[in-house]
């Protein structure tokens, strides 16, 4: 039996093992692969497969063991004359079917592949194990010929398919999907699989890089204990990229189709030439030297690694294609134990499937029932069986009938036409039955009239019965067989079951899936309702509460899929399946080495699946069905029909409040305020950012408390890129609620830009805009705008006009530091008009200190209140004052002028003359432009001199005693509208001349200090 706790040991390995994988798939994509290049990617997915087998098999899946195995068994075969054949003589035949898993090509296009391409690589398959590929002579390095070895296997294309009808060993399929992972080996196998002890099933498709190709591993023949040898049988066969697949059509170039090869080496048990480890970790073949790692270039030179020359022609090595050549005789052996003694490897040889069908030359074989089912909806209802023509003749008389729990209900002659190897469908006159339960049985009897050469197949029978309806809205009430509900246990195993809950001091009824004690993983147990009709409701919805507590070890994870049939129970599409999910997603709370037993609501979470899709429908069956992982335990209950959405899970996106619009690279946070929309507590939800298309972060919020109508904020990490960013906002799936529209998306946009600006400054706009930035955030619709004024005002202004609603509209000055002032002022002149009575829309300055990151809003004005005159004057006094102090010895200070505009989209609003004095002077003295102005005068202690310049300028300021001695003189560089303040101590005291040099001006004045 396998032991989770023992298997936990092994486990420790293995997730090592998938971490490291996980790290090797993501650093091949994006590249390209080919057959040739040096890609020391894992481009092999065959090991992946041998350490889930581990998980899956406990002991029995471990190297050790089957080592072990194929040891004995080689001893066994040396000892016995049978297995002792001569390897050059004897060829074994081993059937062959492709399936190429293609997406709706055309045969020949895409992954829809040629039967050329098919049969070439059938040739090159049976070169490599013929020891007769044109690459051997030239690739096999003469010290390795002694060892080189013809492996006696023919591969052979099918001849018959698992009906017995005569094939072309070629099945294509439409898959689902535009690539294939490793994970996907089980919906692989469920697309097409034909009897794994018949055929090697070899599956041609898409696989996402980097890998190309996978086989399942051999397993002993000791394991009929086991529930389930793990590669599961649908699962077991080789599975190779189209692009790898022979030498031909959709094959790369340098593609010499020993991708196929390599994998049939796998499934034939050998491994990896250098083990899948260093020095120290053998292949288990004693002919083929150590070697520390895989090789992936072909070496001119040879290679010496463990003290041997690296054998890089083998198969087993990850080599290009074009430098491989060769199996050795020790890897012959290995093969020649696993066909001899592996299930599923030893049954190949004698295969029906290598031959032509022997055909009858009249021979009807009845398919199937068609209808009825294991469930009728109704109990009238038209018989219809399905027969092919397996014989030689074409057919067109048959005679069949069919009987209710061995009553007959009808004979009837069939005129019909049926060429051989084609199917027919044949009705009945519709029948009624009366009895709940009913064994429904049809035979054909006479095919043209005599009995046919084969009545083996003639004959087929289903029980039938009419499943339970109940009326909506529908409420489990707690006992089960009166209410409809089955199970479909097909391991007859464990099974759901119901249990009586105390939770929270009272006792609920629940269905429970025991998979702590359900030793069986991969089994699925359905849990089906009675039978609902949902014609007439337009949205109906299944609520239930699910709690589930996952056992400590990913390797043992159960999964729950809600599937939904509309023919009264008879199908269920477990792949397009409503709801599905498994461990973290499935989790309701955290994980445990202990069974699992509820004890609280709090431990439920309720679940959802919208079923508008089946609405109108009126043969509705739900099954829950658990795929066991022998973890641990699986409750439901408070299972509810509801006819409208009554519940809703809803998230969305309200702001982003962090960072501001313009920044300068150093923010590293992006913040988000985020609204429950929906009614019910959320726990848990994905968000994610994508900057310019790329995805920065996308992470999982959880064990957080948001109930409905509350917001929550969460953080992301910031990745801007210097220049204008479309960042994408995502928030999705709380509580992993799988139901369209559940989440929400924002679009914003920022610009990173670190232009900065002297201090002090005057913008006035006349020059343009500078380095000012103007940004809608919302649309990046455009915002403010230069006005050339028009009329006798020469200067320009900003003008906001156009504003759509619920959009706003920025304007943000270059970055400036304060470091050096311990006071700061700003003067702007703003007016506007239009603003309709009940406005809301507001105008606002908010000023940064960490670059962007954050905001702080020191003025605002809105509504009615902003229609104004602009002052539109170059005096600042008339201007609006805002004091910075609190801005003062910040070194990265950023302006934002802000118009949040809610509905008043025929207003307009003007910005101009904005100054930044390095003083907190509400009311400062002004000199005229172009002018200083020395004040007061005369002075006692202190005077001032201002300055109000065009530009910046160095000026000099010298001061003279009347009898023309200079007294004391000192130059400022990037003047503009500064005041320098004077003191006693610089001049004394008395009647001094001051001479002010500019760059473009110079004056004199006379000064008095007391
Ligand atoms: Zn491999």
Not at 59 to 73: L, M, N, P
Not at 475 to 486: L, M
Request: aromatic share 10%; charged share 20%.
């Amino acid at each position: 039996m396998v032991n989770k706790y023992n298997a936990l040991i092994l486990n420790l390995v293995s997730v090592l093992f998938l971490f490291l994988s996980i790290i090797q798939l993501s650093i091949g994509q994006g590249a390209t692969p080919t057959a040739d290049v040096d890609n020391s990617i894992d481009q092999c997915g065959t090991v992946f497969f041998e350490k889930k087998q581990a998980q899956a098999m406990g002991y029995f899946g471990t190297r050790q063991y089957f080592e072990s195995w194929v040891d004995t068994k080689g001893v066994e075969m040396k000892q016995n004359a049978q297995g002792n054949r001569t390897l050059a003589n004897e060829k074994r035949r081993l059937p062959v079917v492709v399936h190429v898993i293609h997406h709706g090509e055309a045969i020949g296009v895409g992954a829809n592949i040629s039967e050329a391409q098919i049969l070439d690589q059938i040739r090159i398959l049976n070169e490599d194990f013929q020891m007769q590929n044109p690459d051997f002579a030239a690739n096999t390095p003469s010290e390795f010929l002694d060892v080189a070895a013809n492996a006696g296997i023919e591969f052979v294309l099918a001849k018959q398919d698992p009906q017995g009808m005569s094939s072309s060993g070629i099945n294509r399929v439409l898959g689902p999907k535009e690539t294939y992972g490793l994970n996907d080996a089980a919906l692989i196998g469920q697309l097409a699989s034909w009897d794994p002890e018949e055929y090697i099933n070899i599956w041609v498709l898409p696989l996402t890089p980097p890998t190309i190709g996978f086989a399942g591993f051999p397993v002993s023949n000791e394991l009929e204990g086991l529930n389930n040898p793990s590669p599961t049988p649908e699962t077991d066969g080789v599975t190779i990229d189209y692009n790898y697949f022979g030498s031909i059509g959709t094959a790369v170039q340098n593609s010499r189709g020993r991708t196929a090869t390599h994998e049939m080496g796998h499934f034939f048990g050998l491994r990896h030439i250098w083990g899948d480890g260093g020095c120290e970790v053998d292949d288990y073949v004693t002919d083929t030297p150590l070697q520390s790692q895989s090789n992936n270039t072909c070496i001119v030179t040879p290679r010496f690694t463990c003290d041997s020359r690296d054998m890089v022609e083998n198969f087993m090595d990850y080599t290009p294609d074009r430098c491989m050549s060769l199996f050795t005789e020790g890897q012959v052996e290995r093969m020649d134990v696993i066909l001899n003694f592996s299930p599923r490897r030893a049954s190949l040889p004698t295969s029906r499937a290598l031959f032509e069908p022997q055909l009858f030359d009249s021979d009807i074989e009845l398919l199937e029932i068609v209808s009825p089912s294991v469930y009728i909806c109704d109990y009238s209802f038209t018989p219809i069986i399905e027969v092919v023509n397996k014989g030689k003749d074409p057919v067109n008389k048959v005679r069949a009938s069919i009987k209710a729990n061995g009553l007959e209900l009808e004979t009837k002659d069939f005129d019909v036409s049926i060429a051989p190897g084609e199917t027919l469908e044949l009705e009945f006159d519709v029948v009624t039955l009366n009895a709940e339960s009913t064994v429904f049985t049809a035979e054909v009897l006479l095919v043209n009239g005599f009995e046919d050469d084969d009545t083996s197949n003639n004959r087929r029978s289903v029980t039938t019965a009419l499943p339970v309806s109940q009326t909506l809205p529908y409420a489990y009430p707690g006992h089960v067989e009166a209410s409809g509900w089955e199970y479909i246990n097909g391991d007859q195993g464990f099974t759901w079951t119901p249990v009586n809950l105390q939770l929270d001091n009272a006792r609920q009824e629940a269905f429970l899936l025991n998979g702590f004690d359900y030793n069986g993983q991969g089994e699925l147990d359905y849990l089906v309702s009675p039978v609902f009709d949902l014609s007439g409701i337009p949205n109906p919805q299944l609520s239930f509460d699910l709690a589930y507590s996952p056992f400590s070890n990913s390797a043992f994870t159960e999964t729950l899929i809600v599937a939904v049939s509309t023919d009264c129970g008879n199908t269920f599409n477990l792949l397009t399946a409503p709801y599905n999910k498994s461990g973290a997603t499935l989790a309701t709370l955290g994980g445990s080495l202990n069974e699992f037993f509820p004890s609280s609501e709090q431990q439920f979470r309720k679940e959802l699946v919208n079923l508008s899709a089946y609405a109108g429908q009126d043969n509705v069956r739900i099954a829950f069905v658990s795929i066991n992982g022998y973890g641990n335990n699986i409750y439901l209950k408070n299972i509810a029909i509801n006819t409208e959405e009554t519940y809703r899970y809803q998230l969305g996106i309200n702001e982003v409040t962090q960072p501001l619009p313009v920044v300068n690279g150093d923010q590293i946070l992006d913040k988000l305020s985020i609204d429950n929309t929906g009614n019910l507590p959320v726990s848990s939800f994905y968000v994610s950012n994508s900057i310019n298309g790329l995805v920065n972060e996308s992470s999982l919020f959880n064990a957080i408390t948001l109930d409905a109508n509350a917001s929550t904020s969460v953080d992301l990490a910031n990745g801007f890129d210097p220049g204008l960013n479309e960042v994408v906002y995502q928030v999705s799936s709380p509580n992993f609620d799988q139901n369209f529209g559940a989440g929400d998306e924002l679009t914003s946009y920022f610009i990173q830009d670190d232009s900065k600006i002297l201090v002090p400054w005057r913008q006035d706009f006349d020059s343009g805009l500078g380095d000012w930035i103007s940004i809608n955030p919302e649309n990046d619709f455009s915002s403010w705008q230069l006005n050339p004024s028009s009329g006798g005002n020469s200067s320009n202004q900003m003008v906001l006009d156009d504003m759509v609603s619920n959009n706003s509209y920025w304007l943000v000055s270059p970055e400036f530091s304060l470091a050096e002032t311990g006071r700061a002022g700003l003067f702007f002149d703003w007016g506007g008009t239009g603003f309709s009575s009940g406005s809301q829309t507001s105008f606002s300055l908010i000023v940064s200190k960490d670059g962007g990151q954050t905001g702080q809003s020191l003025w605002e004005m809105s509504g009615e209140a902003l229609n104004k005159d602009i002052d539109a004057s170059d005096d600042p006094t008339l201007g609006t004052f805002v004091n910075l102090n609190d801005f003062a010895r910040e070194e990265k200070v950023r302006l934002y002028f802000k118009v949040n505009n809610l509905n008043d989209s025929d207003a307009l609003l003007f910005l101009d003359n904005i100054s930044l004095y390095l003083s907190d002077d509400p009311d400062p003295v002004v000199p005229e432009l172009n002018q200083s102005l020395v004040y007061p005068n005369p002075a006692i202690d202190n005077f001032h001199i201002s300055f109000n310049l065009e530009n910046y300028q160095d000026v000099k300021i010298e001061f003279f005693s009347l009898a023309g001695q200079k007294a004391y003189d000192v130059s400022f560089p990037n003047t503009l509208n500064q005041t320098y303040t004077f003191g006693k101590m610089h001049l004394g005291t008395g009647l001094f001349v001051v001479k002010i040099t500019g760059e473009n001006f110079m004056l004199t004045k006379k000064l008095v200090v007391y």
